[in-house]
């Protein structure tokens, strides 16, 4: 497990606000991200968490605020100052977006080891056996027998394929990963081992993380902070158990107050 | 403390008090009184609405009650550690990797955890062949065991303790009250709440009565 290095923030948010037309999606929103720091985003359907995400990642344009990231050479940019280039670099290589559903974030109909290996080969490894190595040995790491490396996607169960989105992810070792909902539409038991291994390899790899969620406990499992929110703005944030065990507005209170005890 | 539809319930006000190395601090009173809340102020969990809580390492004094998340964080890893009533089992994990966590956290490595979660696990009497098991359908002693186990592992310079030996029984509370005697030779301030009469006789220099800070409400 990586120290946390830096002082300086991975990931900054200065008052993020996004119009659909006169809809709002998200409004003044800010924060700050630490390598290894674990943020989960809580709220309802609707509440602005997935237009935050795609704002943070650079898929959305902001229509007002700016979105701040430390390149790996220690410099930090503005992420709607990148060129094409440096932003494919981001996205193939320093950052991982695990989708809700696996079929967004897979190519469906080729082989589970090239959906893995596909980012190495994005930046660059071109031997064969090497990449197929590597492939397979993160496919150990989140529990898909390697007997099942040259079947594609559609023939895997949900549990499956979301292992797979993770593992080809994670092969460039980014260090920064976006999760929209990643144990929604899972069944109890298959969410409960996804969330055991998301959680082991954020803490062996030292990740940062922000992971959308409606549901508590997996913010409670995974995260460090927690930002509930509400109609597009940020109403509560700080320590997830603090926020939760003791939370001050009356909205989140409901929130918490909803979870069905086990 | 907050509560559904914006209530709010006051708890307890003008707490002051001061631990230090080596000592001992039982905070009494009858339950409600807000015991269990003061040590989850000092832990961060609750959020103070007035007041401080200062914590001194070497030179530095952080005042809890002021902390960012990350410091809080931070606090957690290298400065308080805390043994709630309850276990909060995650699905899937092992008892004795439960144990390890905290120290593998920072930075010892997996092998040398696990020894030292087993030597520490042994000593609270969990039998060997529950190590490998996820502690979930353990036993409400046992898993509280496995927690004081976690609690005690790394080497803190304040612990905080919730009702440690509420669910044990003789054997089990006297092995618990010599790992407390051990922490506090080593250094190490606790904070406990304790309502075992015997237990709290054998390791409480101070004992505060909490009923007289308590909020009317």
């Given at each position: 497990m990586k120290q946390i290095a830096h002082d300086q923030p991975l990931l900054v948010a200065e008052g993020l606000s996004k119009w659909y037309g006169r809809q709002i999606g998200c409004r003044d929103v800010s924060l700050a991200l630490y390598e290894g720091e674990v943020l989960a985003v809580a709220g309802e359907s609707g509440s602005g968490k997935t237009t935050l995400l795609q704002l943070l990642s650079g898929q959305l344009e902001p229509t007002a605020g700016r979105v701040l990231y430390r390149m790996r050479d220690g410099v930090t940019r503005e992420l709607a100052a990148l060129g094409q280039a440096e932003r494919r670099f981001l996205f193939r290589t320093d950052w991982g977006y695990v989708h809700q559903d696996p079929v967004l974030g897979l190519r469906m109909a080729v082989s589970a080891g090239a959906n893995v290996g596909e980012r190495l080969m994005a930046v660059g490894w071109r031997h064969y056996g090497r990449i197929r190595g590597t492939a397979s040995s993160w496919l150990d790491r989140v529990e898909i027998d390697r007997s099942r490396i040259d079947d594609a996607p559609i023939t895997y169960s949900g549990g499956m394929r979301q292992r797979l989105q993770i593992a080809r992810n994670l092969i460039t070792q980014p260090r920064l990963v976006f999760m929209d909902e990643p144990t929604g539409g899972l069944d109890v038991s298959v969410q409960a081992r996804l969330l055991d291994l998301v959680r082991g390899l954020v803490a062996e790899l030292g990740l940062a993380v922000i992971v959308v969620t409606h549901d508590l406990a997996v913010a409670r499992l995974l995260s460090h902070r927690i930002m509930v929110m509400k109609g597009g703005e940020a109403i509560e944030t700080g320590l997830t158990d603090q926020v939760l065990d003791d939370p001050h507005e009356p909205y989140t209170q409901l929130l918490v107050s909803s979870i069905l005890p086990p | 403390m907050h509560m559904q539809g914006g209530a709010r319930l006051p708890v307890v006000s003008g707490v002051a008090f001061a631990v230090r190395p080596g000592e001992c601090v039982v905070?009494?009173?009858?339950?409600?009184?807000?015991?269990?809340?003061?040590?989850?102020?000092?832990?961060?969990?609750?959020?103070?609405?007035?007041?401080?809580?200062?914590?001194?390492?070497?030179?530095?004094?952080?005042?809890?009650?002021?902390?960012?998340?990350?410091?809080?964080?931070?606090?957690?890893?290298?400065?308080?550690?805390?043994?709630?009533?309850?276990?909060?089992?995650?699905?899937?994990?092992?008892?004795?990797?439960?144990?390890?966590?905290?120290?593998?956290?920072?930075?010892?490595?997996?092998?040398?955890?696990?020894?030292?979660?087993?030597?520490?696990?042994?000593?609270?009497?969990?039998?060997?062949?529950?190590?490998?098991?996820?502690?979930?359908?353990?036993?409400?002693?046992?898993?509280?065991?496995?927690?004081?186990?976690?609690?005690?592992?790394?080497?803190?310079?304040?612990?905080?303790?919730?009702?440690?030996?509420?669910?044990?029984?003789?054997?089990?509370?006297?092995?618990?009250?010599?790992?407390?005697?051990?922490?506090?030779?080593?250094?190490?301030?606790?904070?406990?709440?304790?309502?075992?009469?015997?237990?709290?006789?054998?390791?409480?220099?101070?004992?505060?009565?909490?009923?007289?800070?308590?909020?009317?409400?």
């Open positions: - | 905070l009494a009173g009858p339950s409600g009184v807000g015991k269990s809340s003061i040590l989850r102020m000092i832990y961060g969990s609750y959020r103070c609405d007035r007041g401080h809580i200062l914590v001194r390492n070497g030179d530095v004094t952080i005042d809890v009650a002021a902390a960012e998340p990350r410091q809080i964080i931070a606090l957690r890893r290298h400065l308080i550690g805390y043994v709630s009533q309850f276990l909060r089992a995650l699905p899937r994990v092992t008892t004795i990797d439960v144990v390890a966590e905290p120290i593998v956290t920072v930075g010892v490595s997996r092998e040398e955890a696990r020894r030292r979660a087993a030597e520490l696990l042994r000593r609270v009497n969990i039998p060997e062949r529950l190590l490998g098991l996820p502690p979930a359908t353990f036993s409400g002693g046992e898993q509280q065991r496995v927690n004081i186990a976690r609690g005690f592992l790394p080497d803190l310079p304040v612990l905080l303790l919730d009702e440690p030996t509420a669910s044990l029984d003789a054997v089990n509370r006297a092995a618990v009250v010599d790992l407390i005697a051990e922490k506090k030779r080593q250094g190490t301030a606790i904070i406990a709440v304790v309502h075992d009469d015997d237990v709290r006789a054998a390791i409480a220099d101070t004992i505060i009565d909490i009923s007289r800070f308590a909020s009317a409400a």
